[in-house]
């Protein structure tokens, strides 16, 4: 028993040094900066062979991580030309050139001659991507003056140069290589070895006790990261990995299917762990997001297509999610190590956080993927949690041994005990319930009230405008809501019309409306004879002053209208239509030219710019606003509405009155969303022009 504990201990101090020892040796620096010649930017580019001088480009260095949108259909080759003179400090002497990572394989030469390469091209292809580059240049290939050196890259669906090249002394460049290869490969094939040790033991463990079967299902997970790890570090292999299989196998097995390997076993050892039981249907659902991936990714044609396959990735989620569940679940009922299991698994989804953010987000390719460090601690952590049960069942056994009679009665006592509590407990959860639903009575009595209030706020009819039929739906979606609608009037002359959505939902939202309806009632008639664009802005300045900290913005539609003259500003919201009497088309209210869309109202912090659309209305035109409830709302297959729909509807609405197209646009809406819940607060507002 000793025995097998002791070499747990082992294993686990062997992580423990590793890493702290990586740590140290790339903590340490030179004392003295060393020259260098900077090769991260300066760069041009030439997708021709044997290309002249004025056939290379000069383009944005920071494309050097994204080499591949440079290439037409991001297949082929490309060249990198840099020229460069060597300082006196570096002359008279062979030099060394660090170029990081490259992506897929290349060839470099320094003044035409060729000084080396890592990985292969078609037809052979496989890739160097986590190999550092270091070549040696010989001082008797050096030009005293100018110097130039070129790079061939063959690009396939990505494409690059990470890190920050440079030249200069052979020892400064391979010291630089040599840490970048450490960080990026070493470190993974030092930790695959470490795992292939921990299955080799686990799965003696195993065959000594079939009983713990987590230990087999340990040794496999340790077996397929080793697996995994691998796309890290082939490079580092003495034997030529790439002439055993294709780069696009490799990396369909390895690098793309092998994660929900991984994280099948592990579910299924979490599971065994905490003893748990899995419905066969839970089981059969698994194995569906195992399978399924797995095949779409073989079924790859070529490794373009399997790079745009990443989306697959997304299937992990679920299993991960309900691994989270198995392990909450057990924590809910005291399984002694969920806590353990649950900060064991915390530290990966943070590193694999930090990996989407400085890589997808912040595009910072020079930093290594920490994604599989964080990956080994979980390993850790599981090692350390099996040493723990074992050693924790050996002391429980001795202690049994001795003390048996004594542990039924301890036992008992707190048997008595947890039932006890559980009666309080349960007494509590009785008084708790019934102080929710009391609050619940006061939250919907208070519901009632704001939603009376807002009520008030509205004329329950308009009058018959001159020249103008008007009619609008107005339906939120709880007792208030946020979308905000207003008709400007004098007496029966119709002089605007706003429809606006405030972000959000509930009593925080209505009030919201409430306050701006004010602020835009109040700003249109002040303001009615500035420019419609310095209405919005005030509109804007007034209600963001006025909200003062609260987070809810406006999107919306604002018209002003003089006889048949409409001046028209949207600030972020869906597009308007007009249907015209003449021809019966429906097109969108929009410039003709492209130009940047206005802002949206209420948002502090923002220099907001409103833009005026001017448009005569025709005899029998019409126009439809309505909020984005009507274009996001779903059917049952989870399509949506559509802005593309209401135009069709609103065009097949025919020559009849604006009460008439609203109901054909809203019965095509409803019969679209029968059998589903419409979720946002609904409105509609249909103007036409009868003088």
């Known amino acids: 028993m000793k025995s097998k504990f002791s070499k747990i201990r082992c294993i686990a101090a062997a992580f423990t040094f590793v890493f702290i020892s990586a740590v140290f040796l790339t903590s340490c620096k030179a004392k003295k900066e060393d020259v260098k010649i900077d090769l991260t930017q300066g760069w041009t580019y030439s997708l021709v062979e044997n290309a002249g001088s004025e056939d290379f480009t000069a383009f944005d260095n920071a494309k050097l991580g994204n080499l591949e949108t440079l290439v037409p259909k991001q297949y082929g080759f490309i060249w990198l030309k840099k020229t460069f003179t060597v300082p006196e400090e570096l002359k008279n ?3 060394g050139v660090y170029l990081g990572r490259i992506s897929i394989a290349d060839e470099t030469f320094v003044n035409g001659s060729y000084i080396g390469g890592e990985g292969k091209c078609p037809p052979d292809e496989f890739s160097a991507w986590n190999t550092a580059r270091f070549y040696t240049i010989s001082q008797a290939i050096l030009n005293s003056g100018e110097n130039e050196i070129l790079i061939k890259i063959w690009v396939d669906a990505e494409g690059s140069v990470v890190s920050n090249p440079f030249i200069s002394t052979v020892d400064t460049a391979r010291k630089a290589a040599s840490r970048e290869a450490f960080w990026n490969s070493k470190i993974n094939l030092i930790f695959a070895f470490l795992m292939l040790v921990i299955a080799a033991y686990h799965l003696m463990l195993y065959f000594k006790n079939k009983n713990e079967k987590e230990n087999r299902m340990f040794a496999f997970i340790n077996i ?49 762990f905490v003893h748990s039981t899995e419905k066969k249907a839970v089981t059969y659902i698994r194995l569906a997001f195992l399978i399924l991936p797995v095949v779409i990714i073989l079924f790859a044609p070529d490794y373009r297509i399997l790079r745009s396959m990443r989306w697959t990735f997304m299937m992990l989620i679920p299993p991960m999610l309900y691994l989270f569940f198995v392990i909450i679940r057990a924590l809910v009922k005291k399984e002694k190590d969920a806590v353990t299991l ?44 099996l040493a723990n049960r074992f050693v924790n069942s050996r002391r429980q056994v001795e202690e049994l041994n001795r003390t048996l009679e004594n542990k039924v009665e301890e036992r008992t006592k707190e048997l008595s005990e947890s039932n006890s509590k559980l009666s309080e407990a349960n007494n509590q959860l009785e008084l708790t319930n019934n102080q929710l639903i009391d609050a619940k009575k006061k939250a919907d ?21 001159k020249n103008w039929d008007v009619v609008y739906h107005f339906k939120p979606a709880a007792g208030v809501s946020g979308d905000l609608y207003d008709f400007f009037h004098d007496g029966k002359e119709l002089q605007g019309v706003g429809l606006f959505d405030v972000s959000g939902h509930g009593i925080a939202s209505g009030l919201v409306t409430m306050l701006a309806k004010n602020v835009i009632d109040r700003k249109f008639r002040e303001c009615a004879n500035l420019p419609f664009s310095r209405v919005v802005s005030e509109i804007d300045r007034q209600i963001t002053e006025d909200k003062g900290d609260i987070e809810n913005y406006l999107t919306g539609v604002l018209l002003r209208i003089q006889g048949n003259q409409v001046e028209l500003i949207n600030a972020g919201h869906p597009k308007v239509f007009i ?62 509405f559509t ?49």
């Open 643 to 691: 802005e593309a729909r209401i135009a069709a509807a609103f065009e097949d609405a025919g020559i009849g009155s604006a009460k008439s197209k609203l109901d054909y646009v809203l019965n095509r809406f409803y019969k679209f969303t029968e059998g589903t819940i419409v979720k946002d607060d609904l409105t509609v507002i249909v103007l036409q022009y009868n003088p």
């Open 342 to 385: 649950l900060f064991g698994f915390s530290p990966l989804l943070v590193i694999f956080l930090i990996d989407i953010i400085v890589h997808n987000i912040l595009k910072i390719y020079s930093f290594p993927y920490i994604t599989s460090i964080g990956w080994q601690l979980v390993i850790v952590s599981l090692l350390f949690i």
């Open 93 to 95: 002497q062979n030099l």
């Open 224 to 272: 397929l990261s080793a697996l995994y790890l691998s796309v890290f570090f082939y490079g580092e292999l003495p034997f030529a990995f790439d002439s055993k299989v294709s780069f696009l196998f490799f990396q369909k097995v390895f690098s793309n299917s092998l994660p929900f390997f991984i994280c099948y076993m592990v579910i299924s050892f979490i599971i065994t």
């Open 579 to 640: 249907r015209t009497a003449k021809n019966g088309r429906c097109y969108p209210v929009e410039p003709k030219e492209p130009v940047e869309k206005n802002g949206i109202i209420g948002f502090g912090g923002l220099k907001q710019e409103f833009k005026a659309l001017k448009f005569k209305m025709q005899k029998g035109d019409s126009i439809i606003l309505y909020t984005d409830c009507l274009n996001e709302s779903e059917n049952k297959e989870g399509e949506q």
């Open 445 to 465: 009595r208070d519901l009632k009230l704001a939603a009376n209030v807002q009520n008030s706020f509205y004329n329950p009819s308009l009058p018959h405008f």
